[in-house]
């Protein structure tokens, strides 16, 4: 059985061993003498990289903000991330996304139910298919909300992030178990257009699956 999205399981009710308990906190650590912070990225030999990309510096800004433009063939998503909330995980989307790991790729997941609507995006081949060949750890406070428009990595467990994220198109009513990027700033109508061409249903029921009409991204751009 090919591994499952943990947010899913989740969802339905499933792998509940997988959460992390709220207030749980993972941190990265300080690097003295300025506003940043060390991260640590592991290799995964299991999972080698599904393009050529190397993982970021060690060393990452812990202030500031990131604004991303997902461009799709459905139009184009605007992101606000926040260093100082996930200083690790901006670090990493910013190096994957110079590194062009997204362009060219495709958003695998979607899903639409009364208590998760999202969209999955960030692996190459498949749904849960393809990273970049290394993981780094989670970024909580266990206070974390997924409301409409919401950024966050997706994971296959605890301190298992990669190049997964997803989108909060209409609700998440998930544990704070998942890594926040930041909020759309515009393209929520975007997003609105490709849950509105329906899901292809999967292993999990008519709900979840890929989209009914494949969600490209063409190019990933980041400032800040």
Not at 77 to 83: A, K
Not at 146 to 151: A, D, S
Not at 175 to 204: K, N
């Amino acid at each position: 059985m090919r591994p499952r999205w943990t947010v899913l399981a989740l969802a339905a009710g499933f792998a509940a061993a997988l959460v992390v308990p709220s207030g749980t906190a993972h941190a990265a650590s300080p690097v003295k003498g300025g506003h940043a912070v060390r991260c640590v990225f592991t290799p995964t030999p299991d999972n080698p990289p599904a393009k050529r990309v190397h993982p970021p510096r060690s060393k990452a800004r812990s202030h500031g903000r990131v604004d991303v433009v997902i461009v799709t063939n459905f139009g184009d998503v605007r992101i606000r991330m926040d260093r100082g909330n996930a200083p690790c995980a901006v670090h990493n989307f910013v190096s994957l996304s110079r590194q062009r790991f997204y362009d060219h790729t495709r958003c695998w997941r979607l899903t639409d139910s009364p208590r998760l609507g999202v969209l999955q995006c960030g692996d190459i081949y498949a749904a849960e298919k393809g990273g970049p060949g290394y993981k780094f750890d989670d970024e909580l406070t266990g206070e974390e909300k997924y409301p409409r428009g919401t950024v966050a990595m997706g994971n296959w467990g605890p301190d298992t992030n990669g190049s997964q994220f997803f989108l909060v198109h209409s609700r998440a009513e998930i544990p704070p178990a998942y890594t926040v990027l930041g909020e759309v700033t515009s393209g929520l109508r975007v997003l609105d257009r490709i849950v509105a061409g329906g899901i292809i249903p999967g292993e999990t029921g008519p709900h979840d699956g890929e989209p009914a009409t494949p969600v490209r991204i063409h190019r990933v751009f980041v400032r800040g």
